[in-house]
């Protein structure tokens, strides 16, 4: 079965700072990968997300992650955080070829300072 | 846009009470799945459903039911709630392989608590 950690619970940075979220994942084939953000109060929004080809995914919001299948990891990057970027985020994996069936990570809580 | 709608944003029930959280999706996704949200433990699958009257258990199946009647409805079901299921449920809809863009779709969420 597929697994996934988020190393950092809570991540402080500055507005205009750059932002790199950590996921790696356990499987051992290549999963389907997924990073949802959710804002206060709200659902799950689906910012990016990997099947196959290039290994760098570009997504909404500004938002970039990179499949790195040697370290089994699939971190989010930002080159510059705005306010409205403070949220939680979660990185999910979907294993072929049901793919159906996520395993959440458990979220890293982004703050924002101005 | 994909909806997913889930009945109540907020609900408060007390201990022993029989509870149904509804969902309904507008795009005739075929799988539904129901989360339970906690601190610190992200999504834990309680059930989902590939299909109509067809469900299977997830990670943390014991004290709910559900149901499936119609395609776009999947309902959760406390048989007997308690406290330790205050919680956020969230609910989720999704396309089946071969389909690749089988991304899940979420609802807003309804916070229980179980006093």
């Known amino acids: 079965a597929q697994s996934v950690t988020q190393p950092d619970i809570h991540i402080t940075v500055s507005e205009g700072a750059s932002l790199e979220l950590r996921c790696n994942y356990s499987?051992?084939?290549?999963?389907?990968l997924f990073w949802y953000v959710q804002s206060p109060g709200q659902g799950l929004q689906l910012l990016l997300k990997?099947?196959?080809?290039?290994?760098l995914v570009q997504g909404i919001k500004g938002f970039e992650a990179e499949f790195k299948r040697s370290q089994s990891s699939f971190n989010l990057r930002k080159p510059s955080v705005h306010w409205s970027d403070a949220a939680e985020y979660f990185c999910?994996?979907?294993?072929?070829?049901?793919?159906?069936?996520?395993?959440f990570g458990p979220g890293t809580r982004l703050s924002v300072l101005p | 846009d994909v909806k997913v709608t889930q009945s109540s944003r907020y609900l408060v029930k007390r201990t022993g009470e029989k509870v149904f959280l509804e969902c309904v999706q507008d795009?005739?996704?075929?799988?539904m799945f129901w989360y339970r949200q906690d601190p610190g433990l992200g999504l834990r699958l309680i059930y989902f459903?590939?299909?109509?009257?067809?469900?299977e258990k997830g990670d943390i199946p014991e004290g709910y039911s559900v149901s499936r009647e119609k395609k776009e409805r999947f309902s959760l079901i406390l048989e007997s709630a308690s406290t330790n299921q205050t919680s956020m449920y969230l609910c989720?809809?999704?396309?089946?392989?071969?389909?690749?863009?089988?991304?899940?779709?979420f609802g807003p969420g309804t916070r229980l608590t179980v006093l």
């Open positions: 989720a809809s999704s396309f089946s392989p071969p389909a690749r863009d089988n991304e899940q779709f």
């Open positions: 499987y051992g084939a290549t999963p389907y």
């Open positions: 990997y099947f196959s080809g290039d290994t």
């Open positions: 999910a994996v979907g294993a072929p070829p049901r793919g159906q069936n996520f395993v």
């Open positions: 795009m005739d996704h075929e799988n």
């Open positions: 459903s590939y299909d109509v009257k067809m469900k």
